[in-house]
């Protein structure tokens, strides 16, 4: 007969073991229907790619953003209704919240429309969609890109350009101002860079023609900008469009990197989404491994830089020329652009076409980091700046001489003319 304190262990044990059965069945219940609803997350939202905004700066470490899908609502055309509610939840919820994140400001379709004067006046045209210029009631100027409605790449664009150049700013990155989500329009508002692009310079004759000197300091601030997204920036980011048609160029010919769409934060770019770029600016490791890397950015400048030399475009062979004229020494003066020839100092052009070259090296480990690249162009601009100080301090010679000349023919005519 068993005793009934024995029955009361029993009892006590049986107890506790379908408490912890039916505690162990709950936490596990639990955990499923979570994971379920993470991955319905995930599943509605595979579309909007998940991007950190981190404020740079000493000390800050701040996350202000865990989605795109949180900041900015795609409006598509096949539910109206449905994209009508949630650009009003944006209106009333997220606005504030993003545009304090961001620092950048968002504009209404009419105040956009009327700006442009109905989008009018077309300053270009990109994978993007058009870019139209826009005069404010302030009178300032303004360039407004416009995602093009048959763009599904552009949307993607869109959403990278605000949440990158939100946070970006430098005085070599053309600077985003705000942006546009209305009746189904998506708009980004830059600073108007009146000189256009440094591909229009180079190859369309009609536009102003840029010398030796201006050339230099433009592959300098290209440099400076490239430099700030991979060492200045936290996260760093890899622009991965680097080309002559995304440099643009201000009223003083300083040039400022454009045209982020295709931009990656470092932290993010082990995932492989499919090669991206414009042809004849890719770095070749990139195409075979699919991986784009900070060197990825060096190379696409490498062409840039014999671009600004010889202004051969990258479709137009650049390469094979850069190839053959990497055969000697002073190769890179057959190439030379022919509206520089006798208006520049050959020394500097090789010296150029050298950190080019280094640039556009086969291995990625062995070319130089922007840093090393800044270094050695800001050398050839001092350099630059040294020649023009003594053949400033030539002419000034030369013409004191004359004045003193002239003084003394005075003086000899003026006693002739006593005698």
């Given at each position: ?62 996350d ?43 504009y209404s ?69 705000g ?89 993010f ?7 991206k ?82 640039c ?51 003086r000899?005519?003026s ?5």
């Amino acid at each position: 007969m068993v005793d009934k304190g024995d029955l009361v262990v029993i009892g006590i044990s049986v107890g506790l073991a379908l408490g912890i059965l039916i505690a162990s069945l709950v936490f596990f219940g639990i955990r499923w229907y979570k994971k379920c609803a993470y991955l319905r997350r995930c599943s509605n939202d595979r579309s909007l790619p998940t991007l950190p905004i981190r404020m740079n700066g000493l000390g800050t470490s701040n996350d202000f953003s865990a989605s795109l899908a949180n900041s900015i609502t795609i409006q598509g055309t096949e539910h109206p209704q449905k994209s009508s509610q949630v650009s009003s939840w944006w209106n009333h919820h997220s606005k504030d919240r993003f545009a304090s994140a961001s620092g950048i400001l968002r504009y209404s379709y009419k105040d956009v429309q009327k700006a442009t004067q109905n989008f009018t006046t077309v300053l270009g045209q990109g994978s993007f969609g058009p870019v139209y210029k826009a005069v404010m009631p302030t009178g300032e100027i303004l360039a407004v890109k416009v995602l093009a409605s048959n763009s599904k790449q552009g949307e993607k664009e869109f959403q990278t350009e605000v949440s990158l150049l939100g946070r970006l700013h430098h005085r070599n990155l053309v600077n985003l101002l705000g942006y546009c989500i209305d009746k189904g329009n998506h708009m980004l508002i830059y600073e108007f860079m009146s000189n256009g692009s440094l591909a229009n310079h180079l190859y369309n004759d009609e536009e102003q023609f840029l010398s030796w000197e201006e050339r230099i300091q433009i592959a300098l601030d290209i440099s400076h900008g490239i430099e700030y997204l991979h060492e200045g920036a936290v996260p760093p980011v890899i622009h991965r469009d680097l080309k002559s048609a995304n440099i643009l160029l201000d009223h003083s010919m300083r040039a400022k990197v454009a045209d982020f769409g295709l931009s990656k934060e470092e932290v993010f770019d082990e995932r492989n989404s499919g090669l991206k770029g414009t042809y004849g600016y890719i770095d070749p490791v990139y195409i075979s491994t699919n991986k784009f890397t900070m060197k990825s950015d060096i190379y696409s400048f490498g062409i840039i830089i014999f671009e600004l030399i010889t202004a051969i475009h990258p479709h137009q062979n650049l390469m094979e020329y850069v190839n053959l004229a990497g055969m000697s020494p002073d190769g890179v003066d057959e190439i030379l652009d022919k509206r520089l020839v006798g208006e520049c100092n050959i020394e500097e052009v090789r010296d150029l076409a050298t950190v080019a070259h280094k640039c556009l090296q086969k291995f990625q480990r062995k070319r130089p980091s922007i840093g090393e690249v800044s270094q050695a162009i800001l050398k050839i601009k001092q350099r630059c700046l040294a020649r023009e100080d003594t053949m400033s301090i030539e002419v000034s010679r030369v013409l004191t001489r004359i004045d003193d000349q002239q003084v003394e023919l005075s003086r000899m005519a003026s006693i002739k003319d006593v005698e």
